[in-house]
């Protein structure tokens, strides 16, 4: 006999919102939504760092997740502004952020981004968007390119070129080109990538 998992299993499925409160699990028009609301710890005021729980009010957040088994899955969350209690602080009231899940005023969350942004790097914008459509997130291609300019560059070891130059050669005329990048300084080629004419 298996063991039970329970949380863990939770934790394996829906990593971000174990620590919220799922409310409610649903299949609905091939979409798994999920509702979720705020467990009811203290948070930290933005401004003055004062914890607090006193409630002001819930709010609605609504992610995309990852999707589960080739479905999209949509988070409806519902998080608490809560009332500074700091003395002197200007701020009155507060939204309690879930860092772990999502970014504050994101729509996706943190590890679908991250999962975006990798694709991206593989594979660009309209491949990048084609293959994430098969495994169940719908993104536009412009999509798919803004959270590749997001992505802190990689590091490197060797000195930045000060001057590059980008030509292009024809490979087979109309049909099949190469884009060179090269350093001027000392000229050797730094990168080429081929593509097709459109
Ligand atoms: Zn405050």
């Known amino acids: 006999m298996w063991p039970r998992c329970g949380r ?16 409610e699990l649903a299949l609905a028009d091939a979409v798994v939504r999920v509702r979720a609301r705020s467990a009811g710890a203290e948070a930290p005021c933005p401004s003055c760092g004062t914890r607090s729980r006193r409630v002001h009010a819930w709010q609605l957040r609504h992610l995309s997740d990852l999707p589960v088994a080739g479905r999209p899955m949509a988070v409806e969350l519902r998080v608490r502004r809560l009332v500074c209690t700091g003395r002197t602080c200007p701020q ?6 879930v860092p772990l899940l999502a970014a504050r ?25 084609a293959v994430l459509g098969l495994l169940g997130v719908t993104v536009s291609r412009s999509t798919v390119l803004r959270t590749l300019m997001t992505l802190p560059l990689p590091e490197t070891t060797s000195p930045v070129p000060p001057v590059l130059s980008v030509d292009d050669v024809a490979l087979c005329r109309g049909r099949r080109y190469m884009t060179m990048v090269i350093a001027r300084a000392r000229p050797r080629l730094r990168g080429a990538a081929h593509r097709t004419a459109r």
Do not use: K
């Open 105 to 129: 005023y994101a729509r996706r969350t943190v590890r679908l981004t991250g999962m975006i942004g990798q694709t991206a790097v593989r594979l660009a914008g309209r491949a990048g968007s």
């Open 8 to 23: 863990d299993l939770d934790e394996l499925l829906f990593p971000g919102l174990s620590s919220l409160v799922v409310e």
């Open 92 to 97: 009155r009231t507060f939204r309690e952020q």
